[in-house]
């Protein structure tokens, strides 16, 4: 099984600063690399795929970058919506065998 | 509207058994693949099965293989999940989600199930 480890577990940043997430894949995915938002008390958002693409209705400032093993997720100038937890998702398995990364929790500082 | 209503989440014993239902709109549902997925406080998001749109092929996590079956009838719009021999560790909120190309692009907002005597 693949394994996804997300850092840091937490990070508290103030509004309009950027943050850089890390994903780090136990083996190589290649490409296939997926990245979800989830704010409290809903479900998760789709915000990328295929490392670096952005899913339909994805603000600009989110970008996706990485392949193999070592992903990373971008977000200029912060906005009080992007806080919540952000969950990396591999798929690079067949038959599949999705895994999650544990999320980042980012926190308004 | 794209949407997905999950339903039949419930208070259930271990052992026992439960049937949890996705009802999809505003998109041809016979036109994709669907994943259900949980999760729990502890174990975050976990992937559990996913079926093909026209074909209804299935494939499981290792976790729930032999206990949780996927299925769906796309002359009602409907995924299903139905859950056997349920243990404390089966409790989470379930999800189902649209999956398009092994992401998923769209998620119900989910059924609580709890499993405890």
């Known amino acids: 099984e693949i394994v996804l480890t997300q850092s840091p577990t937490t990070l508290s940043v103030s509004p309009g600063e950027r943050v850089t997430l890390s994903c780090r894949a136990s083996q190589s995915v290649s490409g296939d690399l997926a990245w979800y938002h989830q704010k409290p008390g809903q479900s998760p958002r789709l915000l990328i795929y295929g490392a670096s693409t952005r899913a339909t209705g994805v603000p600009t400032r989110f970008s996706g970058s990485g392949s193999g093993t070592e992903f990373a997720l971008t977000i200029n100038t912060l906005q009080s919506d992007d806080f919540g937890v952000y969950y990396c998702?591999?798929?690079?398995?067949?038959?599949?065998?999705?895994?999650f990364g544990q999320g980042t929790n980012l926190k308004i500082k | 509207q794209i949407q997905l209503v999950e339903s039949g989440g419930d208070l259930v014993k271990p052992g026992g058994s439960l049937r949890l239902s996705c009802v999809a709109s505003g998109f041809t549902f016979s036109d994709y693949y669907m994943s259900w997925v949980r999760q729990t406080p502890g174990k975050g998001l976990e992937w559990l099965a996913y079926?093909?749109?026209?074909?209804?092929?299935?494939y499981y996590a290792d976790s729930v293989k032999g206990r949780f079956t996927v299925s769906r009838d796309n002359a009602k719009n409907s995924l299903f999940l139905e859950m056997n021999n349920l243990r404390a560790e089966d409790t989470a909120v379930y999800y189902c989600?649209?999956?398009?190309?092994?992401?998923?692009?769209?998620w119900g907002k989910g059924t609580t199930v709890t499993v405890s005597s």
């Open positions: 079926i093909t749109g026209t074909h209804h092929n299935t």
């Open positions: 998702q591999q798929y690079n398995n067949w038959p599949p065998m999705y895994t």
């Open positions: 989600a649209r999956d398009v190309s092994m992401t998923l692009d769209v």
